[in-house]
């Protein structure tokens, strides 16, 4: 998991911690305040009043990565077996 980076479906995080990060913050969208009352107001995010903060400490957050850390596997390259022809 950890050698799939960068993660979100746009790749704005290069780090796990970035995106640790983010959701400890509540997953909190950008506001482009340039767009509200326009046409484009439809197009800005709007957050799920589920989510919240989750107040993790620094140490929470490294034990999580930590964690994270050991759902991985080492990449390996996959050898294609010699077919017959």
């Known amino acids: 998991m950890v050698n799939t980076r960068p993660w979100m479906h746009h790749g704005h995080f290069p780090t796990l911690l970035d995106v640790v990060e983010l959701y400890n913050l509540g997953n909190p969208s950008p506001v482009q305040k340039k767009y509200l009352g326009t046409p484009r107001d439809s197009l800005i995010p709007k957050v ?8 993790l400490s620094k140490e929470e957050m490294s034990d999580l990565l930590a964690f994270i850390e050991t759902l991985s596997t080492p990449t390996r390259r ?4 010699d077919l017959p022809k």
Do not use: F, S, V
């Open 48 to 55: 799920d009043p589920i989510l919240k903060k989750l107040n």
């Open 78 to 81: 996959i050898m294609a077996p």
